[in-house]
């Protein structure tokens, strides 16, 4: 498709599991953003990479919390552990690149991956 | 260090009337501003951005926004409420080096026929 594909669409974890998230990017996009949004609230960023380079982590929460894009295009968002409070849906966005003009710097967000933890 | 702040977490209007969607916003560096809007399940679709060629933007669906630098504002306004606009509206500030959008916490648009 000519957007971004987040699966699984729902995810039910019991608390303790390890969950993996997958976010397919529009084809070409070297940025890629992973945000929290938690009920209610908006998207809170995550994490960031450009290919396969995770250049800002500033915005996972813990330590259970692990992204990686190994070869620039597919990313995946690891919970460890699972706890309750991770209960969010999470949002993947691509850009073509971050910086620069801003033509090139508009997200395209998925429809996100609703996580929920009993 | 960047913010934003959503006045109004629900805003109701009637078909055809006036949508004003409020925004405020902190940052240290000159901003990139954004609305975006999110139906039911369903990701964040871009309305309009602010690049600083122009303080009055236009975005689909007959949206547009205006910055306004001395009241650090951006708000969305739409001439005649339809509504297929029902829906959570979010305005977000970018850095322009890192990329990375801080979003305010979102206003739901409810329609009355």
């Known amino acids: 498709g000519a957007g971004v594909s987040q699966s699984p669409r729902y995810k039910v974890a019991k608390r303790g599991q390890d969950v993996a998230l997958r976010c397919d990017p529009i084809?070409?996009?070297?940025?890629l953003f992973w945000y929290q949004q938690a009920l209610g609230q908006g998207p809170e960023f995550l994490t960031y990479?450009?290919?396969?380079?995770?250049?800002?982590k500033s915005g996972l929460p813990s330590d259970r919390f692990f992204a990686e894009r190994p070869e620039g295009s597919v990313s995946t968002l690891k919970i460890q552990r699972t706890q309750q409070e991770d209960s969010a849906v999470y949002l993947c966005?691509?850009?073509?690149?971050?910086?620069?003009?801003?033509?090139?710097?508009?997200?395209?967000f998925g429809a996100g991956t609703r996580l929920s933890v009993l | 260090a960047q913010s934003v702040t959503q006045l109004g977490s629900h805003v109701s209007v009637s078909e055809g009337a006036l949508v004003l969607l409020r925004c405020n916003y902190s940052?240290?560096?000159?901003?990139?501003l954004f609305w975006y809007v999110q139906y039911p399940n369903q990701g964040l679709q871009l309305l309009l951005k602010?690049?600083?060629?122009?303080?009055l933007v236009k975005g689909i669906n007959d949206f547009e926004a205006e910055f306004k630098k001395s009241e650090t504002s951006f708000h969305l306004t739409k001439p005649s409420a339809h509504m297929s606009d029902a829906a959570e509206y979010f305005c977000?500030?970018?850095?322009?080096?890192?990329?990375?959008?801080?979003f305010g916490d979102g206003t739901t648009l409810t329609v009355k026929p």
């Open positions: 966005a691509s850009s073509l690149e971050a910086g620069g003009a801003l033509a090139k710097n508009i997200q395209y």
């Open positions: 084809s070409g996009h070297v940025s």
């Open positions: 990479f450009q290919n396969e380079a995770q250049l800002d």
């Open positions: 940052s240290s560096v000159p901003p990139y």
């Open positions: 602010y690049t600083s060629a122009a303080t």
């Open positions: 977000a500030v970018s850095n322009t080096n890192a990329g990375k959008s801080t």
